[in-house]
DNA sequence: GCGATATAATTGACAAGTCAATAATTGATT
DNA sequence: AATCAATTATTGACTTGTCAATTATATCGC
């Protein structure tokens, strides 16, 4: 069982996120907060439905996250004066500041990762994550057709 | 961003994972507990600490997965006659069932995420992981010597 | 313009993990 | 043998993520 593939996949990633909880320090942050910083830190203001899109995952743990940058100062949640449907999440400065740390601490996580790795390596390895990732949308897919 | 490493690694085991959660049905498990059921399956039984460090998870997961499990009839927490300190962990016959379908389902799951893959591709595949999650490992071990 | 429908954010309830603390048991030292 | 330290299971509080439901706003058909 130690060499089923899902295991790997599973260990490598906690094994990843083990190694940013220990970035995570006294900042206040969530492991999971600051990927967003470092988006709206390259993207500029967005809605969450813009975040939750582009990281796949929920809404509800998005607005809940943002909530928590929003009360220790790194996030604004502004409205949006075109649609007041959706709002518009702003870093502050303080959010910014943590959002380039971040882009950093996400540098020396993928040298770590990468360790070992030659250049061929690693983008064998790039494609062969994105190769499994489509797998399974792929599949998802297809299950959906068939309903 | 996209192209982070991390993030890769990220969305390929969210991809599994959401896989994963699809297969749950009506059973009964969550999305942790399976690998529970086939390890007892494969190993027989074994105490919550021999669960946590195989899996590399905290030992209070594994506690309440396995109350949820026992709950749910697949599993029995006896006691130890050699040391009452901790507990053998045993599948009961709904369980021993219920691990027979996760092995299934497991292979299914890494033939989905492997499709596509040359032999010599799913071999490098799995070196490439389990060397990036040697790298994090090595990475704490440092860490730790340094203090 | 109005009504049905879709979309954005939010909330509640849950699962899986983390960390910290506790209780009980075991093992080790002297 | 008695104390002191280490280990096992457990519990509480927290974060990230899931799903389902709700509310407010937009949009589309008529």
Redesign the pocket.
Same mark, same amino acid.
């Given at each position: 069982m130690q060499d089923a593939f899902h295991m790997l996949l599973?260990h490598a990633f906690?094994a990843q996120?083990?190694f940013l909880? +220990?970035c995570l320090g006294r900042s206040g942050?969530? @492991?999971? *907060?600051p990927?967003l910083l470092v988006y709206l830190y390259l993207h500029g203001p967005c +809605? *969450? /439905? &813009?975040?939750?899109s582009y990281? &796949?995952?929920?809404? @509800? @743990?998005?607005?809940?996250?943002? @909530? +928590?940058l929003e009360q220790n100062g790194f996030v604004e949640?502004a409205e949006?004066e #075109?649609? /007041?449907? #959706?709002?518009?999440?702003c870093l502050t400065e303080q959010g910014l500041a943590e959002a380039k740390t971040w882009q950093e601490n996400y540098l020396t996580m993928d040298s770590i990762l990468l360790r070992g790795f030659s250049e061929q390596e690693r983008e064998q390895f790039a494609s062969f994550l994105a190769r499994a990732c489509g797998n399974f949308h792929a599949k998802k897919e297809d299950d959906a057709c068939g309903t």
């Open positions: 599973y906690h996120r083990g909880r +220990s942050l969530g @492991a999971g *907060q990927k +809605s *969450q /439905r &813009e975040l939750a990281f &796949e995952i929920d809404p @509800a @743990a998005v607005c809940r996250m943002l @909530a +928590s949640r949006n #075109t649609c /007041r449907r #959706t709002d518009r999440v």
